[in-house]
Structure formats: C-alpha cells, structure tokens
C-alpha cells in the first residue's frame, strides 16, 4: 500500500467538507426532553419525539458537532445483524427475539423511507450484504449458524448460503468458499445521514446544541461549562462516550475498531471486483471485516479494534499507527489484485459494548432517565430502532417495540481495572487467534470456544 499520508479524519466527515457549528448552549434553558448526544440515538429519538408529538419541546447537546462520533465515521452498513440473539434464543424471550429480528429488517426500510420523505442524500441504496468464507474451516462454521436461522422459521429470502460461483456475481473475494447473504442490508454515507437527520430534526422544532459537552447528568436537569438544561426527561445516547460522564465508566466498554479508504479505482479495478450494486461485503471471521464500495468508487473497509486502559476514548490516531494494519492487510487479501492502491484515509474511533453484549432501551417514567446503546459496533440500523421505541416509552405509545427483549434490559458493569483490561484484551486475543486458526485449515478450537461463551459468536 502507499505510504503517503493520509487524512485522519473518517472519509465520510471529510466528505462533507468543513462544518459550520451550531450554537452552544450560552445559558439556563428549560425543555421537556433533553437528549446527551446527536448521534444517530439521539437524533433518531428526536425525531421520532417530533413526529408523534410535535408539541413537545426536544433538545440535544453534542459535545462537538452531530456526527462527530461514531455516526460520522462507521462503515456505512444498514445491517439486519445485532447483537443479543443468541442469548434470547430458546428462552423465554424467544418470539420476541425473533420478532426483534423482524423488526430490524423493518428499519433497514425505514431508514430508506425517512431519507427520502425528508430529502436526506446519504447515497442510501438497498443493496443487501454478503459474508464470504475465505477457508474451508470459516464455511463448516457457518453452515450451523445458517441452519439455526433457519429452524427459527427465517425464510431463504432472509439469510441463504451462495456458492462461490453466486458470490462472485456480487462481489469477487479471492479465496471465496462460498457466503451468506441476505437482501435485507442498505448502504450509507453514514455522515450524510447523520448530518441530514439533524437538519431534519431542527426543520421539526428540535434544538440541537453544538461545542456543549456534558459534564454532570441528573434526573431533571444536564449541566454543561456554560449553561444548564432542565427538563423531565433526560435520555443519554452518548453510547462509547458514555465512560466520559461521571460515574459512568463500567456501564459501557469503549472498544476502537479503525477503518481506511482507498483513492476512488479506476473503472477496470471495479469491472474485475464487482459489487456493481453496492452490496456490503465482508467476510465471516470473529474478528469482522466491514466493507463497501463508496458512490465515488473507493473501497472503505474496516477491522480490528483496540481498548484502551481505563476506558480512555480515544479519536486521534497517526496514520502510520500499527492500529491500520488488520485493515490494509485484509484489503489485499481480499483484493490481492489491487496492489499497491493508495490509501487517502485512516481513522478510528469508540464504538460502546455493554458487559454482556447486548444492547438496551431503557426509560424510568418515576425519575424520567432513560438511555439506549451497546450496539456492538451494529449501530446503523439498530440505532433507528432504538430511537423509535425510546420515543414510545416516552409518550406512552402502547407499541409492539415496547415488547421487545431490549426493552428495559440492563447489563451488569464492566469489572473494575485491571481486570477490565485483561478480560478484553484476552477475548479479543481469542477471536484472533481462532480466525488465524481457520485461515491455516484447521478448526477455532480452544480460543473459539472461549470467544463463542463469551461473546455468542
């Protein structure tokens, strides 16, 4: 790959080009709901909030602008998948889960349907998603998991197996053995949607209060450097951020995965490698590989992730970090055929697991604080989801979603440091070590095992 720097901001920011920022909040301000954070949580929750009830008074605060977080600088995937399932199946929550899942595949439309009534151009394009095994050991893996979805009453229109040959006619992966595919899947320029729902939300009466991080939360009332917001409810959708609130730093562990993107390749690049309809694509290792083919014709790609001691959120990564090196690495087993493409840009940032990974939408109506969050890095979609259902809790909406086995989940905390760290660095260590093991043909084994028991995967 090249060695020319690169920008270090996400390519989907600097897409955009240089933002102008809101106000900040200057003084005491008083609203009905008040939200932490204008990603996708707090922006789909507002809006929501404003369509069902447009008297109420909404207002976000965003610490730096909307987007900025982990809605500016994902993988742009509307995926079917999110975390939880396997935990939910075969108990007692186990239709609900299923129609959990139903109603995912719901929301990969909804986002579509919101984009285009409010004039939202997030290069969005309902393109499906395809996971390729790239060893034998990656495919005798997969085949259970396709038949459990199957046995839960999943259709072949839902999740199917493609043989190589069917792979290729979506995306051409060296190595292919074969991959599961599913319609339901849409592609975003995940900045453009975040920065579009926002100018949706305000054209709706909502505030969104730019540069005004929070310092102190409480039931009533959010208190930032310069100015104070009451209101009766308060939700926080600060999801990796969550460990930079007081009190707040074992509620959630910021995990970093990074992405890269390549300059825009020629057009006998794309005519060898496909993906014509802008499927996501990636492959079926436990430690994922996310990928897309941009509406410019780049490749953005992602893999690994780092935690760092003490729940530290990080966003300043040097290109030259070793942090890249899963990602580039992977683009030219994926693609040997590119050789040394440019890569334009490198970035990173925090994305929130919750201790047993899985994700929440919680509301206390007594005290009116509610959150939602540990999306696992499946964020897209499931934000969209999680901020229709904190809506209806909050207006009383009697809603299938408030049925959901999310709906006022709570996970235990993170183990105090250093145990924090060590448990995190050890599974993720696991899931390593279990890929490499299949990519030299042999089954995951021991660490695959552990991965499996602690993650579901």
């Not at 929750?45 to 009830?53: G, I, N």
């Not at 319609?183 to 900045?191: D, E, F, I, R, S």
Request: aromatic fraction near 8%; hydrophobic fraction near 40%.
């Amino acid at each position: 790959m090249s060695d020319q720097p690169s920008h270090p901001q996400s390519f989907w920011l600097a897409d955009l080009g240089p933002l102008e920022a809101r106000p900040a909040l200057e003084s005491d301000e008083t609203v009905d709901v008040a939200i932490i954070g204008a990603g996708y949580t707090g922006l789909w929750t507002a809006y929501y909030l404003s369509v069902h009830s447009p008297e109420t008074k909404v207002a976000i605060l965003e610490s730096q602008v909307a987007g900025f977080g982990a809605s500016g600088r994902n993988g742009g995937w509307c995926s079917p998948n999110h975390e939880g399932m396997q935990g939910w199946l075969g108990g007692p929550k186990h239709d609900r889960a299923i129609a959990l899942q139903h109603a995912m595949f719901d929301a990969i439309d909804e986002i579509g349907r919101v984009a285009g009534a409010e004039a939202i151009d997030c290069d969005y394009v309902k393109s499906g998603l395809l996971q390729v095994a790239t060893s034998d050991a990656e495919r005798a893996r997969a085949q259970p998991i396709l038949a459990q979805l199957h046995a839960h009453g999943f259709k072949e229109d839902d999740y199917r197996w493609l043989d190589t040959a069917a792979c290729d006619e979506h995306v051409r992966i060296a190595s292919a053995r074969g991959g599961m595919h599913s319609p339901h899947g849409a592609t975003v320029q995940p900045a453009k949607l975040a920065r579009g729902l926002a100018r949706a939300v305000e054209g709706r009466g909502v505030t969104v209060y730019e540069n005004s991080a929070a310092r102190s939360v409480a039931a009533g009332e959010v208190t930032t450097d310069r100015g104070r917001l009451r209101a009766r409810v308060v939700l926080r959708c600060t999801e990796g951020y969550t460990p930079l609130l007081p009190g707040l730093k074992r509620k959630i562990l910021p995990m970093h995965p990074v992405m890269v993107a390549t300059a825009p390749l020629p057009d006998a690049a794309w005519a060898e490698i496909g993906a014509a309809d802008r499927i996501l694509f990636g492959d079926l290792h436990r430690n994922l590989t996310w990928a897309q083919r941009t509406a410019d014709g780049r490749i953005a790609i992602g893999k690994g992730g780092s935690y760092f001691y003490g729940s530290k959120v990080r966003e300043d990564f040097a290109p030259d970090s070793p942090m890249f090196a899963p990602a580039e690495q992977v683009l030219r087993d994926l693609f040997p055929s590119l050789g040394d493409i440019e890569i334009t840009h490198r970035w990173g940032g925090p994305i929130g697991i919750a201790r047993d990974m899985t994700p929440f939408v919680r509301f206390d109506a007594s005290s009116g604080m509610g959150a939602a969050g540990g999306y696992v890095g499946s964020g897209v979609t499931t934000s969209n989801l999680a901020g229709r259902t904190l809506a209806d809790l909050i207006l009383g909406r009697d809603t299938e979603r408030l049925t959901y086995p999310w709906v006022q989940h709570r996970s235990p905390a993170w183990e105090p440091e250093p145990l924090r760290w060590l448990g995190a660095r050890t599974v993720w260590g696991m899931a390593v070590a279990a890929d490499r093991a299949e990519e030299r043909g042999r089954a995951g084994g021991l660490s695959g095992a552990i991965f499996r028991s602690v993650s579901g995967h």
